[in-house]
């Protein structure tokens, strides 16, 4: 396992377009998700000890803001050919058994990770109405023990673009294991 920590993409930069297909069986793109106020795209894997210490908290935000407006999306980009357990049909095996509640996509060829700069899993990436970004990094400010949690990022983001207020600056790096590109 490699750590990495997310690249911080400059704030402003407009998101990328993608045509991803789901776990659920549908095929997704920015437009999917057009009438959301905001838009959190996550970097993500099966394997990573990283995504599985925080995928409940995932869940957690998408239940809580769902219903104001904002819309989770996973995207894994591993070689699956390299790390057998993040393959598409294990992401649908994981999808169950991790409850998730929003969708789940596979970037197999990779350039859809690539276009957003993310490096690691989870890479998180959050854009407003307008789809630029306003955040990246971390979700809180401890992954292994949610119990410790004492600064939750992820939420003061989404609460501020909700409100019209200016995301706080004091933006700190995700932190994950790398992304398995293929060679």
């Known amino acids: 396992m490699?750590?990495?920590?997310?690249?911080?993409?400059?704030?402003?930069?407009?998101?990328?377009?993608?045509?991803?297909?789901?776990?659920?069986?549908?095929?997704?793109?920015?437009?999917?998700?057009?009438?959301?106020?905001?838009?959190?795209?996550?970097?993500?894997?099966?394997?990573?000890?990283?995504?599985?210490?925080?995928?409940?908290?995932?869940?957690?935000?998408?239940?809580?803001?769902?219903?104001?407006?904002?819309?989770?999306?996973?995207i894994n980009p591993n070689d699956d050919e390299s790390y057998p357990e993040d393959s598409f049909e294990n992401m649908k095996r994981y999808y169950r058994e991790w409850g998730m509640n929003f969708p789940y996509l596979r970037d197999e060829c990779q350039e859809v990770a690539r276009r957003y700069g993310a490096v690691c899993t989870p890479d998180i990436f959050v854009y407003g109405p307008e789809r630029l970004l306003l955040y990246r990094g971390r979700i809180d400010d401890n992954w292994q023990d949610e119990s410790k949690v004492t600064r939750r990022d992820l939420r003061r983001a989404i609460e501020a673009?909700?409100?019209?207020?200016?995301?706080?600056?004091?933006?700190?790096?995700?932190?994950?294991c790398s992304i398995k590109w293929k060679i």
């Open 161 to 176: 673009i909700l409100e019209g207020r200016p995301v706080p600056e004091d933006q700190y790096p995700s932190m994950g």
């Open 2 to 74: 490699v750590l990495l920590k997310s690249r911080m993409v400059p704030l402003g930069t407009k998101a990328p377009d993608f045509v991803l297909p789901g776990v659920d069986g549908k095929t997704y793109s920015l437009e999917s998700f057009k009438d959301k106020k905001v838009l959190v795209v996550v970097f993500m894997c099966n394997h990573c000890p990283y995504v599985k210490a925080t995928i409940q908290r995932l869940i957690k935000i998408q239940e809580d803001y769902g219903p104001k407006g904002v819309q989770l999306v996973g």
